[in-house]
């Protein structure tokens, strides 16, 4: 028994993990149809994957710069703007209040804006991360009281969701609720009204204000506390009425990958809330790794920490063996790497897919290899049975088919299983 | 902003910690009036504690079969009550459904309200503990389907909270919420309907049924989980609307002392809510400490677990340490110890404050030199003044004066400070 306005379900069958990923493939059989409806009889036709269904993203911080012409190194980053959107369909992109605006009143917006819109005309799917946070957060927040504070964070909400409504429709609400209030690392506005206002009420807030903003935005929920409070703040948020889009799930592995077993326990555990979950923040080194007893990660400060061969081994199978957990998991949407060179990368670890010098690293090949090789389909030339039939198998996706002699079209395989589609040319 | 509902309040000061302990402490003045009025001037009055505010609790397991008149062991059984009733005003009595219902409508309520009974005589308050738990669970739960369980749970708790009513009004509504959903140690017929109602409206369920059968009572959420969890928790729970009267927080150190600053900044984050604290379960060993690695306290199993010189002289200087940080902070109401004597302890470990043969270790008398002694009135001889006055200094409780040659009288000093009272006689 739940109270009225409780959007808590009880966990639903079908998540069961599945390393084959038959729930991510569809066998398609298309009908081609000619202008006036006769079937297109024995003719060849290629088909080639156009786009994954399921997010390979990357976080686009190292190319907001490039986007807005104001490249400081433009040899590096033209080559790893190539290598960047030949493999990821979906970006983050960063809204950290205290560097958006870092002064009162003058936001980033026209500088992120034009790198969103770069990323959306490559069909590239754009996050804003995050709305509400206590790390990086505006200074000048320090000098209200608790009320001005809220309503400051209200307006943010509101002016950058509606601002960026058409380009950027995702947003990561609120990071890291769990801790938010009882954050001591350094004082901070976010923090202050979370302790007064109470976790929930401040989630609350982010979605609400944020789906004022843009009523048709998904809208996440976003922790790296993988632990029973970031469930027992789902059930609350739920039970309050609160709709969650997509629950983000952080995975920053500096101190190790946490293995098959260990991220098959913790989706066991969040996709019960019948959300889907988005791995948000994955990171695996490839040198060594941070001391276990490191609590923030944030403390962990080296000059040096250099990518080595024997860690580019081991990070390369990590990177497939982290990538084919989740996709076995149906529950999973998307995967979000968390920097793409080592150049720039958070904390100044060697996680990168890129070395520094722009060169990949063997973990981009392997994930290449599984995202444009063992999960997606080469361009197939195929025919036409008596019926204008013709049939393949491949990822959830959009698929190009191009009819010899006529123009191309498109499919989207949104379904897993048998699809029969009809399309008339 | 909160919904309607919500019974979260901001943290409000006057929590500070003083171990001075002067917010537990009263400087009485007591006018003595005669039967007409007249004040009793120059005479003399004997000013006797009789009973702590503080709660100062144990379990009294170890007393459920001597209150029954069943003792398998009257000369240690007696010693025992003797030393109990000399040191607490408080104690918490087993209702685990395994064991109080293990087969199916035959409950042991008769047994366990003599025992309350026997306690309530002796001016003792009593708490039933588990009302809902995963741990010690009725077996024959197991047969059920989700929506029979629950069924199952809400008349067991309607049951038992009513017909224990007026000798027991305080109860452990759920026991170990956080991790009931997903405690994977055994299959249990609560921890079943936990995962599928979600943790609110499981705590909803059990608050629920409890205050519909004993409007009055009040009831207590308990958990060992001292993490931002059990935060989350609250907050979602108290953002649902359910009142929350007592917070009981576990602290079983069998892996060692928390020491002050631990205890302190626990006190600090969940003083925050407004509501006052039990210390519900608290052990500390006499013997060699639990390895940290430890997870589950349950998975220790040992044959021998001996208290020692130096364990005894250790516990004695902890529980005094323990006791004086609690009663430092204003928000902790009581502090029920677990487990009385080493015989029958709880995982057979060195925690009692009797050795296992009954004789008292350091930390008994350590305890009641805090309890009934520096913490305590000793009775004293006092003059009424020219106005039938008397004044003097205790720890917040129940007085008697007695003057001389007329029946005594009492009087309850509940609000730190100064307290002006007139008794007519």
Not at 76 to 103: C, I, Q, S
């Amino acid at each position: 028994m739940t109270s009225a306005a409780s959007l808590f379900t009880p966990p639903a069958t079908g998540r069961t993990p599945d390393p084959s990923l038959a729930h991510r493939r569809a066998t398609a059989t298309v009908t081609l149809l000619g202008g006036s409806g006769e079937p297109l009889r024995d003719r060849d036709v290629v088909v080639r994957q156009q786009q994954h269904a399921f997010g390979f993203g990357c976080i686009g911080f190292g190319l907001v710069d490039h986007a807005n012409g104001a490249s400081t190194d433009p040899a590096f980053d033209e080559v790893f703007a190539d290598r960047w959107l030949e493999l990821f369909n979906a970006t983050t992109l960063p809204f950290y209040w205290g560097r958006f605006e870092a002064e009162r009143g003058r936001p980033d917006t026209e500088r992120l804006l034009t790198a969103a819109k770069w990323f959306a005309e490559r069909g590239i799917t754009v996050k804003g991360h995050p709305l509400v946070w206590h790390t990086v957060c505006a200074p000048w927040l320090l000098e209200m009281d608790n009320a001005e504070i809220e309503r400051a964070q209200r307006e943010r909400i509101r002016r950058d969701v509606g601002e960026f409504a058409g380009v950027i429709d995702t947003w990561d609400a609120i990071n890291e609720a769990v801790i938010m209030p009882v954050f001591t690392a350094e004082d901070n506005g976010v923090t202050r009204i979370a302790h007064e206002m109470g976790r929930i009420a401040t989630v609350r807030m982010a979605f609400e204000e944020a789906r004022a903003a843009n009523p048709g935005a998904t809208l996440l929920l976003n922790d790296f506390d993988m632990s029973t409070a970031y469930e027992c703040l789902i059930e609350g948020v739920l039970e309050a009425g609160v709709r969650i889009d997509r629950l983000g799930l952080q995975s920053h592995m500096h101190k190790g990958y946490w293995g098959e077993e260990r991220t098959l326990e913790v989706l066991d555990r969040f996709a019960r809330y019948n959300i889907p979950i988005h791995f948000t923040e994955t990171t695996l080194l490839s040198g060594d790794l941070m001391p276990a007893h490191i609590g923030d990660l944030n403390d962990w400060q080296v000059d040096e920490w250099p990518s080595t061969d024997e860690g580019e081994a081991r990070q390369a199978d990590e990177v497939e063996r982290h990538y084919r957990t989740l996709l076995s998991h149906p529950s999973v949407e998307s995967v979000n790497y968390w920097g793409f060179s080592d150049r720039g990368m958070w904390l100044n670890a060697p996680g990168g897919l890129l070395r520094a010098d722009g060169s990949p690293k063997p973990a981009y090949d392997r994930l290449h290899g599984l995202v444009k090789g063992e999960w997606w389909l080469e361009p197939t030339t195929l025919r036409t049975d008596a019926d204008g039939r013709v049939a393949f198998e491949g990822f959830l996706g959009d698929y190009e088919l191009a009819p010899a002699g006529l123009p191309a079209t498109s499919v989207r395989l949104t379904v897993p299983g048998a699809a029969h589609l009809e399309v008339q040319l």
